[in-house]
C-alpha cells in the first residue's frame, strides 16, 4: 500500500482557503446541535470512498494514522464557541476520524473544555486495531458505518482500500461493543431497497452486536464530484455565510443519487425492531441528515 507523505500532500495544502478544524453547530436528527471537530484537514483523507460521500472524491485513501491537527489548534478553536450551547460535540469531518493518532487527546479536551458530551462517527475500519477501541472508547456516542452484508456491495458501495476486508472490519465492531459502555449506534445507508436475504443477514448481524440502536438512511442530496469542506458533518449548518454561499463554486459539479421513499426505511425499520427489539431511528423527511 503506497501512502502519501506529508510533502506530496503539502502542493494541495496551500491552494486550499483557511482551514478552521472547529465548526458549526449543525443540526442532525440523529445528534440534535452538534458542534463539529474535523481532525483531519483540509485534505479529505479515509480508507473508504464511499459513492454517496457528502464530502465528494476522498482526495487521499489511507489506513495510515497520524497528527493531522495538533490538539492545541483545536483546543484553541473550541473557545471560539463559548458558551458552547449544544447537545454534543462531534468528531467527523473530512474523512476518517479514527485515522487522527491523537483522538484520545481530542476528544478529552473537548470533554473539558465544553463539558459536553462527545460523539464520533467513524466507518470502523480501524476497529480491528486495539488502540483505537482504546481511544474511541472514551466518547460518549459512537456510530458505526455499516453499509454491506456482503464483499461485493461493500465494495460496491463504500469502495475501500483493497487490504480492507469486511468481515474482519466486522470483528472490530463486536469487539469495540463488548469493551464500550457509551452508547453505540450503527448507521446503515441504503443505496437502493435490500432484498430479503440481505434484510435477513443484516438482522442476524444485528442480533449478534446489539447496539444501542440502529440509524437508517438513504442518500438524496446530491454529491459534489470534487472535494467540498462545506458539506462536513452530513449536516445542514444552522447558518452559512454569504461568502461560503458565493465561494463554493465546486458544488456546480455534482452527482445525484437515486434515493427511495421513507416509507421503505419505515417498512425496514418495523422488521428490525419488531425481531430485535432494538430501537431503529430514521428521517421523517428522505435528506435531512
Given at each position: 500500500?503506497?501512502?502519501q507523505n506529508s510533502e506530496q500532500l503539502h502542493p494541495i495544502v496551500t491552494h486550499l482557503p483557511p482551514f478552521t478544524a472547529v465548526y458549526g453547530p449543525v443540526q442532525s436528527w440523529r445528534f440534535g446541535r452538534s458542534l463539529g471537530i474535523d481532525p483531519i484537514g483540509p485534505v479529505s483523507t479515509c480508507s473508504f470512498n464511499c459513492v454517496y460521500c457528502q464530502l465528494g472524491e476522498i482526495e487521499h485513501q489511507s489506513l495510515h494514522r497520524r497528527i493531522f491537527i495538533p490538539t492545541q489548534q483545536i483546543h484553541q478553536e473550541l473557545q471560539h464557541f463559548a458558551p458552547w450551547d449544544v447537545d454534543s460535540v462531534t468528531l467527523s469531518g473530512s474523512g476518517e476520524p479514527t485515522l487522527a493518532l491523537n483522538l484520545r487527546e481530542i476528544l478529552a479536551t473537548a470533554k473539558t473544555v465544553t463539558n459536553k458530551p462527545t460523539a464520533v462517527l467513524t466507518n470502523g475500519s480501524l476497529l480491528p486495531d486495539a488502540s483505537v477501541r482504546e481511544a474511541l472508547a472514551i466518547a460518549d456516542q459512537v456510530a458505526v458505518k455499516f453499509d454491506a452484508v456482503n464483499t461485493s456491495q461493500f465494495h460496491r458501495v463504500n469502495r475501500p482500500l483493497p487490504e480492507l476486508d469486511l468481515m474482519?472490519?466486522?470483528a472490530g465492531i463486536l469487539q469495540f461493543r463488548r469493551m464500550?459502555?457509551?452508547h453505540l449506534a450503527i448507521q446503515t445507508m441504503l443505496l437502493s431497497p435490500w432484498d430479503q436475504l440481505e434484510q435477513e443477514i443484516y438482522i442476524a448481524l444485528m442480533q449478534s452486536l446489539c447496539p444501542d440502536e440502529i440509524q437508517l438512511n438513504t442518500p438524496t442530496r446530491p454529491k459534489p464530484l470534487t472535494h467540498n469542506l462545506e458539506s462536513r458533518g452530513n449536516c445542514h449548518p444552522d447558518t452559512q455565510s454569504n461568502d461560503s454561499q458565493s465561494d463554493n463554486s465546486q458544488s456546480d459539479l455534482v452527482r445525484s443519487l437515486k434515493p427511495f421513499s421513507v416509507e421503505v426505511l419505515q417498512r425496514f425499520a418495523d422488521?428490525?425492531?419488531s425481531t430485535l427489539e432494538i430501537p431503529v431511528r430514521y428521517p421523517l423527511?428522505?435528506?435531512?441528515s
Open positions: 500500500m503506497t501512502h474482519n472490519i466486522w464500550y459502555s457509551g422488521r428490525i425492531q423527511q428522505v435528506g435531512y
